[in-house]
């Protein structure tokens, strides 16, 4: 038995009780306290574009179909039949209008409403035995979005989306909003990996501090443009509502020619303009920090880097968003889908994607050196020791709580949230002190629904 | 032309568009026999992780593509996601891949995995031109990491244009058709 009130503690004063990464009674915990009531991302409306189309997601075990019904209004359904409980939909993207179980033939509308139902009047005696009228598959409890990310909730009670991400929403539009026609996803990539779902969202963010170690070949190889990642510690990390991220500190220049500097051409900077805030606009233009890695509470991640993908000193940006899938204590599946401007051009969405591929998801070469420590880490951390060893992650504080490099000011850094320059880890502390509110909270029964009889199966989605 | 994999790729304008012609050549036709031998020396070189002699083998237009496979139902036109690929790659990108195993801090291969190519189902077609071959063929790697984890595999299909060169037959595109819609590896920091 875990002591989980001393485990929580010492999360939170930033002392990591190692077993964390590899312990079932905390994952059971996850699932229902964490998985249970945060917003987890599960498609980008792009993959969705015309009426019909559908993507297969889940959280968790618990299957979806995220679909744009014939009015193209999207929505998310349980993927099991109202009957029998098979799963409506076995494929994983495509376009229907209809969905239709193989089990007893009943079918549903793209929107969830029942269309079929075989011998309903000498089966159940018509509406009077079941009834089948405004009848749906079960919705997501919640759904809402933001820039065209669509996340749904397991509780129908959940906060608005937009307060959940709260300024971290600030940081997100860098990655979403380029222009007003925001970005178009392709994949995922998906893959499994021996490694605990919270050590990449750790990673990507906050640490800085692994840059200059674990990716050492990608400097080596050209791949980067800067001779040296250890440039990493003049970024700055920063931490708003329930994210944050690192950026990188750009050379002199104005918002314009920063922007060009890590390869966007001058008609997509034009775009940018017209979209971001001015505060946003200032981050980089003034402060001189451009975005990189961020993570969402829980699961969900962002990268933005601008490699060298020809041999030539010109750099491509790209930017990934992608999930830590929970499988298990010790096992994640991970969906990384590139993201590019829509409006961008063609040429620019080729070479980004060629960025992309160089540097992350199944066979980035960033990546690949990434997985293979979380691997190890997770392997390591299933043991009688691991419950004895407490990891310092109290990297930038003192002792005493004193910061080893104080905060950046307001005219410093013109985001939103509490950002720092240097090595340290704020942001995994952040992130790991969430998650330890969350699993210390009382759990709350989630209602049942009864199908076919006088109470209707779930609320309909507005 | 015919719409491939390959042709499909906003990466892949610059390679050759040869296609297969006819059925397969019989099995004791020396082109058969030489596309056969080259598959096989292929795999002892990507066994060995000889990467650097793997590199030479393939033209400087190559392109070499693993489409993502998603499910999908029955008829509906398409098994792999649009627009998206585990590799797309041409020469450079292959040389950076190449050249980061050759550093000291490659990690994800330090120490190194056991690799197994295990090859079959090997059949070759000509094409319009004399210089130039298909080979479709089978592939399943075995991969193991370490002393007490399991290995891990991938199953896939590949078809391969061969052309011949002044040094002989080198690899000018290459299509492989993975078998998992979710890859059971940690990473591919291999070649298939």
């Known amino acids: ?462 | 032309m015919t719409s491939t994999h390959s042709s499909r790729s906003a990466l892949g304008a610059h390679a050759s568009r040869f296609e297969r012609t006819g059925a397969s050549l019989a099995f004791d036709d020396p082109r058969h026999l030489q596309a056969y031998r080259w598959l096989v020396d292929e795999a002892w070189l990507l066994d060995a992780q000889d990467y650097t002699g793997w590199l030479e083998t393939l033209t400087e237009d190559i392109h070499y593509l693993m489409p993502v496979r998603v499910t999908t139902a029955l008829g509906a036109g398409f098994d792999t996601s649009p627009g998206m690929a585990h590799f797309d790659e041409d020469k450079y990108s292959l040389s950076r891949r190449v050249a980061r195993f050759l550093t000291e801090h490659a990690w994800t291969e330090d120490p190194p995995s056991r690799l197994r190519h295990h090859l079959s189902n090997v059949r070759t077609f000509a094409t319009v031109d004399d210089d130039h071959l298909i080979v479709d063929s089978a592939t399943l790697l075995f991969r193991n990491r370490g002393d007490i984890h399991p290995g891990s595999l991938v199953s896939a299909g590949r078809e391969d244009l061969l052309r011949l060169t002044a040094e002989g037959w080198k690899l000018a595109r290459r299509t492989i058709l993975v078998d998992d819609a979710v890859i059971r590896m940690q990473n591919l920091a291999i070649f298939l």
């Open chain 1, 1 to 462: 038995m875990t002591d989980l009130a001393g485990t929580f503690t010492d999360v939170r004063r930033g002392m990591i009780p190692a077993h964390i990464y590899n312990d079932r009674e905390l994952f059971e915990l996850e699932k229902q306290e964490i998985f249970s009531r945060a917003w987890v991302f599960v498609a980008h409306e792009s993959e969705i574009a015309k009426p019909g189309d559908y993507v297969v997601r889940r959280v968790l075990q618990d299957s979806f179909i995220v679909a744009r019904d014939e009015q193209g209004q999207i929505r998310a359904h349980f993927n099991m039949c109202l009957h029998r409980g098979m799963q409506v939909c076995r494929a994983e993207v495509g376009n229907a209008s209809h969905f239709r179980c193989p089990y007893h033939g009943w079918s549903y509308r793209n929107d969830g409403r029942i269309a079929g139902l075989p011998f309903h009047e000498e089966a159940y005696g018509g509406e009077e035995g079941f009834a089948r009228k405004g009848q749906r598959l079960l919705p997501a409890p919640s759904l809402d979005r933001y820039n065209g990310m669509i996340f749904i909730s397991m509780d129908p009670d959940a906060e608005p989306l937009a307060d959940f991400l709260g300024d971290f929403r600030f940081y997100l539009d860098y990655y979403t909003k380029q222009s007003r026609s925001g970005i178009e996803l392709r994949g995922p990539q998906r893959w499994r990996i021996k490694a605990n779902w919270k050590i990449g969202a750790e990673n990507f963010a906050g640490d800085m501090y692994h840059t200059p170690q674990t990716h050492t070949s990608v400097v080596e190889i050209g791949l980067f443009r800067e001779p040296k990642a250890e440039k990493r510690k003049d970024g700055a990390t920063y931490w708003a509502g329930n994210g944050g991220g690192t950026t990188y500190k750009l050379p002199p220049g104005d918002f314009d020619e920063r922007t060009r500097y890590v390869g966007y051409p001058q008609e997509m900077v034009d775009r940018m303009k017209k979209t971001l805030t001015e505060a946003q606009q200032q981050v980089i233009g003034e402060d001189g920090f451009m975005i990189s890695a961020a993570t969402v509470f829980p699961n969900l991640s962002f990268v933005h880097n601008w490699p060298r993908v020809a041999d030539s000193d010109d750099v491509q940006p790209f930017i990934s968003i992608r999930q830590w899938q929970p499988i298990s204590e010790n096992e994640t599946e991970v969906l990384s889908w590139f993201a590019v401007d829509a409006e961008a051009p063609e040429e620019y969405k080729a070479l980004s994607y060629k960025a992309y591929l160089m540097c992350f998801g199944s066979t980035g070469m960033f990546e690949q050196d990434d997985v293979e420590n979380w691997v190890s880490l997770t392997n390591t951390a299933a043991g009688s020791m691991a419950r004895r060893l407490l990891l310092n992650s109290r990297m930038g504080l003192l002792a005493d709580g004193t910061e080893v490099i104080p905060a950046l000011t307001p005219q410093q850094f013109h985001g939103p949230g509490t950002a720092h320059t240097g090595y340290s880890e704020y942001n995994q502390r952040e992130l790991l002190t969430r998650w330890a509110d969350h699993l210390d909270r009382p759990a709350t029964p989630a209602k049942n629904f009864e199908v076919g009889t006088s109470a209707p199966a779930g609320k309909a989605q507005a």
